[in-house]
């Protein structure tokens, strides 16, 4: 069985400790924090800890915390014999200062207050050597169906691309909200169509689930919802994103 | 019991024969189409018509057409005493010209290939006469939970927020895609992500549910992501939605 630590007290790090204790190919030894508040909500999950000289010893370390910090956190283990791996989606595996460092990365949006199912969430793992990357895949395959190895290269594109699909397109959420703010139309009248747009793409590529104006190449309506905007920075979006879906369909039919 | 006539054989036509025809309330009793081809498919759901003349008298005739054929086909039930209305987001109640006209607009994006619960799509309806609102109201309430009253104006900006929220999102996703297609990765690596970031704002404010590097000013990661991008629609792109996503937190923090 392997043994695994958990160092950081964020989002991920609380998801993952609660995924890692509620599998039983796993055993969860201790999560570490600077923190003694923050790991409160940890001890239903494992021993908590928050003096570096008292990490255990495992199988792997875990480090769930902000990209700035990997580096200082990954020191505290260096010692270790077991591999050290950081969870971002944005730095290089040589971020971690180990001779068996790794990657695993799953690649979701996590936040506190939402329950998530492991099991459909792609995981990236990379590792320095092979028996790690065995490791890896033992330690992936517990908690999801779908590992996949990365290398450092792909995965700051799939980073990059996952800015885009999350953190750009909850943006644009917000212009809708906003909208309708401003109208006194309850945000709730788009919330079906979000959440319609996502599932389409679930089983089709987005070249043919595109609709809408720019896509029809309908230039009537484009220039009504421009005046509709006004001066302002959502303008300029509507007209750049415009006239990127109109390149799009331009180059590719 | 209300008998209602479907003018279109489009996506929103299509799925809309289809739900008049399984409502117990309603009575569809012909689509019309200009083209018999086109009308085949809805033969299912009740008698088909392709020569103006030989429409049918109705409660509500339900044109179900592009933008700039509205006002030409309304023109096909100009006599009728039935209620005759568009189910157009962007296009004016005027634009139908009929004494008991209105609008009829379910929020969301239709394709054939997708089924769709008629129940939780919000349906906003705007009428010329009282009488016909409460036509209206009835016809809603047979096949949807969420009936709203919206004027011409106000549908006008939901429209143009439909646009930000599905189709511009719909572009991201497709960004996230090219990503992954140069990189050779599968698009299935986010096609989680972009289903929970949708179902996130279910139950969220857009602004609670921003993450990311510009919502953390992480300003490094969007430097290196801007790198990555190099010269190109997208790296304009990306800097313009990270200078907005800053924006708005500077403001409301």
New interface residues.
Partial sequence: MLSVIVLGTGNLAHHLSQVFYSCPDLDLIQVYGRNKDNLKPYQVYAPTCSEPLKIKDADVYIIAVK??AIRTVSQLVADKKGMVVHTSG?MEMKSIAHENSGVFYP???F?K??A?NFN???V?IEAKQQKGLEVLEKLGASISK?V?H?DSE?R???H??????????????????D??E??K?P????????????????G????R???????RG?S??VE??LE??EQS??Q???K??S???K??YEEKL
């Fill in positions: 990209d700035n944005a690649l979701q949006t936040s207050e939402r998530l459909t969430i792609p990236c779908r996949h990365i792909q700051k594109k799939l990059l691309a996952a800015v885009f699909v999350n953190n750009f397109t909850n943006y644009l959420y917000s212009v809708g909200e909208i309708c401003k109208e139309l945000f709730d009248l788009l919330r079906p169509l979000i959440l319609e747009t996502a599932e389409k793409v679930q089709m590529s987005t070249f689930a595109q609709t809408g104006p720019a896509r309908d009537k309506s009504k919802h509709l905007l920075q959502e300029i979006l509507y750049l994103l006239e990127a879906i390149t799009r």
